[in-house]
Nanobody, 129 residues
Framework: QVQLVESGGGLVQAGGSLRLSCAAS????????MGWFRQAPGKEREFVAA????????DYADSVKGRFTISRDNTKNTVYLQMNSLKPEDTAVYYC??????????????????????WGQGTQVTVSS
C-alpha cells in the first residue's frame, strides 16, 4: 500500500523560502510520476509541480515557475519542493500525490488531481506579508 507523508511546512515571511519533503512508502516499479498540489481555503485543489519517476522531466504551474523547484531522490523514495521568493498568495495546504497509471509516454505529466492515485495528508504553508 502506498503511503505519502509530507513535511517541511510552516510560517514564513514574504520573500522567504521553505523546502517541503514527501516521503513515500510502498512505491513500485509502476510508479509513473509524483506531484505537488495545493489548496487554499475556499478554493479548489490546484496543480503546483510534477516530476516523472523513471525519466527526467518536470512541469510547473505558471504561478510558481522560476520560484519553485521539484526534485526527487529515488534511492530514498522522496520528493522535494523547494519554494523560494514566497508570496502571501502561496499560502495553502500543500499535498503530495503519486500517479501509478501506466502511460506509453514516459515523459507525460498529469496536471489534474483526479489523475493521481494516492495522496498525503498535507502540510500547511503560511506566508505572511
Amino acid at each position: 500500500q502506498v503511503q505519502l507523508v509530507e513535511s517541511g511546512g510552516g510560517l514564513v515571511q514574504a520573500g522567504g523560502s521553505l523546502r517541503l519533503s514527501c516521503a513515500a512508502s510502498g512505491l513500485t516499479s509502476s510508479t509513473h510520476s509524483m506531484g505537488w498540489f495545493r489548496q487554499a481555503p475556499g478554493k479548489e485543489r490546484e496543480f503546483v509541480a510534477a516530476i516523472t519517476w523513471k525519466v527526467i522531466n518536470t512541469d510547473y504551474a505558471d504561478s510558481v515557475k522560476g520560484r519553485f523547484t521539484i526534485s526527487r531522490d529515488n534511492t530514498k523514495n522522496t520528493v522535494y519542493l523547494q519554494m523560494n521568493s514566497l508570496k502571501p498568495e502561496d499560502t495553502a495546504v500543500y499535498y503530495c500525490a503519486a500517479d501509478l497509471t501506466w502511460y506509453s509516454e514516459l515523459y507525460w505529466l498529469a496536471h489534474r488531481a483526479s489523475e493521481y492515485d494516492h495522496w498525503g495528508q498535507g502540510t500547511q504553508v503560511t506566508v505572511s506579508s
